[in-house]
């Protein structure tokens, strides 16, 4: 895969004496049946859980990689949900609880229960303040990269999500058959989903896509604002914004992940922000 302009600029800048990225191990982890792949990047503490969005898996991240384990030396964690990637499909219907359960164990079964940064995007959002609401004793912090955040689901566009998105999901699945477009048709099906609070205690850094993934401008300020207004029920949360990014920030601007992991990584417990 080619590394996008912005990536290799990235990693032309990683310092000489930096090492090279370990091997990562791939380990096909059973849960409730079904056995999903969780690939792991050895290093030290703290671990980053990188999360991809609805549609993705664990490949969404490869580009970004290199330069976060050269500037952290941390532990990093990629998966496949159910029905993407290399894991096992599952039969509907689709629960967040069960997404969050398969995270839970995968990690319980890798041994990474402390010093976790969550680093969840779009869609994976849910599922991640799911695990961090039931296990906030494991979480250092987390970098919220244009993630679901409950603010957003106003009743208004919980029906606008119902009569639009998920038909669309639906037709696409339909035109499209197989594991993936499966899966996110089950996830549209079960919408609206359930949202956990993010707990107070844990640090989170907030970033959002300047241009959100909405054309519509009413759309996207909405995006917005309901973004600033999660950041703001907790004094140990910051929002940064991904100028001129599309939702997809890991290509359009890795830096600012980078920096913000990074930033997290080494941030000391009780600080008043990231």
Not at 69 to 78: K, L, M, N
Not at 180 to 193: D, E, G, H, L
Not at 238 to 265: C, G, L, R, W
């Amino acid at each position: 895969m080619n590394l996008p302009a912005c990536c290799v600029a990235l990693l032309l800048a990683v310092p000489a004496f930096a090492d090279p990225v370990p091997q990562a191990s791939t380990h096909m982890i059973a849960v409730k049946g079904h056995r999903l792949a969780f690939h792991v990047v050895p290093g030290h503490a703290p671990i980053l859980v990188l999360d991809a969005g609805g549609g993705s898996d664990s490949s969404y991240w490869h580009d970004i990689i290199p330069t976060l384990f050269a500037r952290t030396g941390s532990e990093i964690i990629t998966y496949d949900r159910a029905g993407s990637g290399d894991s096992d499909e599952v039969k509907p219907p689709f629960r967040i609880e069960d997404a969050v359960d398969d995270l839970d164990s995968g990690l319980q079964q890798l041994g990474a229960t402390h010093d976790l940064i969550l680093v969840p995007h779009s869609f994976a959002g849910v599922i991640d303040t799911d695990l961090a609401a039931r296990r906030p004793g494991w979480i250092k912090g987390g970098v919220l990269v244009d993630t679901n955040v409950p603010q957003f689901y106003t009743d208004a566009e919980i029906a606008y999500f119902k009569r639009d998105t998920v038909k669309l999901i639906t037709r696409i699945a339909a035109a499209r058959p197989g594991k993936q477009t499966r899966t996110m048709a089950a996830i549209a099906a079960n919408y609206p989903f359930h949202f956990a609070a993010w707990p107070a205690e844990v640090p989170c850094t907030v970033i959002v896509s300047e241009r959100t993934p909405f054309a519509d401008e009413l759309e996207a300020e909405h995006w917005r604002q309901a973004h600033l207004a999660f950041t703001k029920a907790a004094p140990n949360r910051t929002m940064q914004v991904a100028e001129d990014s599309s939702h997809d920030v890991a290509h359009d601007d890795p830096k600012i992940i980078i920096d913000a992991v990074a930033a997290m990584a080494t941030r000391k417990p009780g600080s008043a922000r990231p």
